[in-house]
C-alpha cells in the first residue's frame, strides 16, 4: 500500500479471510466512537449559534468526517474506496442485514448541544443546480438544522460477517482486488452520526411577493434532496422539508482489506480531508452512489 497514507503495524489477525477465488484477507480495528478534544471553545452561552465551519469541526472532533448535504447514501456496513480527498462507494451491503446489526448509542451532551446549536446552508454549486431545475434564480438558500442526534455504529464481530459476506459475491470481490492491486485502500464503514433533519427552504422576495405559490419550488427541492439523500423527505409547512434519520456523518474501519500475501495489514491514518491538507469542513460525496 501507499506509504503516504498506510503503516505496517503487526497484528494477531493476520490471515483471518480468505477467499478462494482471489484470495484476499480483511482486518479491521476501529478508532474510538468518539475522540472529544477539551477546549474552551465548546463553552459558550446557549443563546449564541456557532459558525457552520466549528460546527463541523465539532463533527471531525468527535471521530467522523461531515458530509453534506445528510444523506443515507454513506453509512455503516459498506465498502468504501479512500480516493484522495473523497469517498467512493464499492460494494453495498444488503440493507436488510446492515439494518438487523447497527445499534445506537447517545453522543455526549456537549457534543449534542453543539451540533443542534449549529446552522448549516446548502449553497454554492448545490444551490446552483436547484435554480437550474426551476428555471431561474427563485432560491436564495436551504438552511438545514440538526436534532435527535445519536451514534450508529455496527460491532466489530457483525461487522466482519458483513464484508465476509461482501466478498463472497463475485463482483464485489473482483472489484475489491483490482483496487487492492492498485495500492488502493478499501475500508468499511463502521460508524455514522444521524439526526432528523429540517430543511428551511427560502424563496426570492420579488418571487414570494409575485403570489405564484411556494408549493412548485418545495416539490423540486424535495425530489432534489431525495435523490442526493437516498431516503425519503417529507413536506411538513409551505417552507418546510424533514428528513428522519440522515447520515451526516461517517466513519471508518482504520485497518482496511489487504491481499493475503501481504505479512501485515494496511492502516488507515488519515481521513480523505487530513489527507488533502484541507481545513475542516465537508467530505466531497459526488461518487458512485
Known amino acids: 500500500m501507499s506509504s503516504r497514507r498506510a503503516r505496517r503495524a503487526k497484528t494477531p489477525w493476520a490471515g483471518l479471510f480468505r477467499n478462494p477465488r482471489k484470495r484476499l484477507w480483511l482486518v479491521f480495528v476501529v478508532v474510538p466512537a468518539l475522540v472529544i478534544l477539551p477546549g474552551a471553545a465548546y463553552f459558550i452561552y446557549k443563546s449564541i449559534t456557532p459558525p457552520t465551519d466549528e460546527v463541523l469541526r465539532t463533527i471531525r472532533e468527535a471521530g ?17 474506496l479512500v480516493d484522495d480527498n473523497s469517498y467512493r462507494k464499492v460494494c453495498n451491503a444488503d440493507p436488510t442485514l446492515v439494518m438487523d446489526k447497527m445499534k445506537s448509542s447517545p453522543v455526549p451532551e456537549r457534543v449534542r448541544t453543539r451540533l443542534e446549536k449549529g446552522g448549516f446552508s446548502l449553497a454554492g454549486e448545490y444551490l446552483g443546480q436547484l435554480n437550474g431545475k426551476l428555471g431561474g434564480d427563485l432560491l436564495t438558500s436551504v438552511e438545514y438544522r440538526l436534532t435527535n442526534v445519536a451514534i450508529t455504529e455496527i460491532a466489530m464481530s457483525d461487522l466482519f460477517d458483513i464484508q465476509k459476506a461482501l466478498l463472497s459475491q463475485p463482483s464485489c470481490l473482483h472489484t475489491v482486488w483490482q483496487l487492492v492491486k492498485a495500492n488502493k485502500q478499501v475500508c468499511a464503514g463502521y460508524a455514522a452520526l444521524r439526526a432528523t433533519t429540517s430543511y428551511k427552504v427560502n424563496v426570492d422576495k420579488k418571487f414570494a411577493a409575485s403570489g405564484k405559490g411556494s408549493r412548485p ?8 434532496i431525495e435523490e442526493n439523500a437516498g ?10 422539508l424533514k428528513g428522519d434519520d440522515l447520515f451526516y ?3 471508518l474501519s482504520q485497518l482496511c482489506i489487504t491481499p493475503d500475501t501481504a505479512t501485515e495489514p494496511s492502516v488507515l491514518q488519515q481521513t480523505p480531508q ?8 465537508v467530505i466531497k460525496t459526488t461518487a458512485a452512489r
Do not use: H, M
Request: charged fraction near 20%.
Open 64 to 80: 467522523f468526517d461531515p458530509l453534506t448535504p445528510p444523506n443515507r447514501l454513506r453509512g455503516p456496513g459498506a465498502l468504501y
Open 217 to 224: 419550488v418545495l416539490d423540486t427541492v424535495k425530489s432534489a
Open 231 to 240: 431516503s425519503e423527505i417529507k413536506i411538513v409547512s409551505a417552507d418546510e
Open 249 to 251: 456523518g461517517i466513519q
Open 274 to 281: 487530513a489527507a488533502a491538507g484541507e481545513p475542516p469542513g
